[in-house]
T-cell receptor, first 113, second 115 residues
C-alpha cells in the first residue's frame, strides 16, 4: 500500500528563517502530489499541487515545492517564514488512476515573531 | 459560496448512543470522503464515495457507516460509539478531474468526544 512519510513532526523557527518540510512517498508509478495547510482551529486548505510538467510548483503565500521523481520526494519550501505561517502541514499523494489520497502524518510548524 | 458544511462542530456523547454527523457540499462534486484526525497519526480516511449509491471503505472503517443517497450529502453514522472514536472528523469533497482527484475541499470539522 502507498505510504507517505513526513519526517519532521515538529518544526520551530524564527520569523525570516527559511523552511523546508520533507515529504516522501512509496509508490513507484505516476503520482499526483499535494500540500495542504491547516491553520489553528481551521480546516485543511490546498497550498499547492503537482500533476505534471514543471517539477517546481509554486503555491499560495510564497510556498513552493519540488517534485524529485528519483527520490520519491515532494518537499515544501519557503525562503522566509512569517508568524502567520504557524500551522500544520500535510503532504498527500494520489496514485495515478486512483481516487484515494494518502496523507502524511503532518508537520506542526511554529514560527516565533 | 462553494463550501462543505459539517454539523455539528462539537459533539459530546456516551458510549453506545447512536449518532450521525452530517456533511453537505454545494459544488456538485462526485467524490466525497470522511477522515479522522488524531495527534501523531495525521489524517486517516474512513470511507469514501465516488458517486450516489457508491461507497467504499478507507483505511479505518471499523465502527462507522456511511450512505450516499443524494449527491450533495454524505452522512457519517456511528451506530455504537466507543471512546476510541473520540477524534476530530473532517468531511471532504472534490470533482473527479481526469484520472484522479482534483483538490479536496474540506469541511470545518467535527470534534467528537465519546465518554
Amino acid at each position: 500500500a502507498q505510504s507517505v512519510s513526513q519526517h519532521n513532526h515538529h518544526v520551530i523557527l524564527s520569523e525570516a528563517a527559511s523552511l523546508e518540510l520533507g515529504c516522501n512517498y512509496s509508490y513507484g508509478g505516476t503520482v499526483n502530489l499535494f500540500w495542504y495547510v491547516q491553520y489553528p482551529g481551521q480546516h485543511l486548505q490546498l497550498l499547492l499541487k503537482y500533476f505534471s510538467g514543471d517539477p517546481l510548483v509554486k503555491g499560495i503565500k510564497g510556498f513552493e515545492a519540488e517534485f524529485i521523481k528519483s527520490k520519491f520526494s515532494f518537499n515544501l519550501r519557503k525562503p522566509s517564514v512569517q508568524w502567520s505561517d504557524t500551522a500544520e502541514y500535510f503532504c498527500a499523494v494520489v496514485e495515478g488512476g486512483s481516487y484515494i489520497p494518502t496523507f502524511g502524518r503532518g508537520t506542526s510548524l511554529i514560527v516565533h515573531p | 459560496e462553494a463550501q462543505v458544511t459539517q454539523n455539528p462542530r462539537y459533539l459530546i456523547t456516551v458510549t453506545g448512543k447512536k449518532l450521525t454527523v452530517t456533511c453537505s457540499q454545494n459544488m456538485n462534486h462526485e467524490y466525497m470522503s470522511w477522515y479522522r484526525q488524531d495527534p501523531g497519526l495525521g489524517l486517516r480516511q474512513i470511507y469514501y464515495s465516488m458517486n450516489v449509491e457508491v461507497t467504499d471503505k478507507g483505511d479505518v472503517p471499523e465502527g462507522y457507516k456511511v450512505s450516499r443517497k443524494e449527491k450533495r450529502n454524505f452522512p457519517l453514522i456511528l451506530e455504537s460509539p466507543s471512546p476510541n472514536q473520540t477524534s476530530l472528523y473532517f468531511c471532504a469533497s472534490s470533482t473527479l478531474g481526469g484520472a484522479t482527484n482534483e483538490k479536496l475541499f474540506f469541511g470545518s470539522g467535527t470534534q467528537l468526544s465519546v465518554l
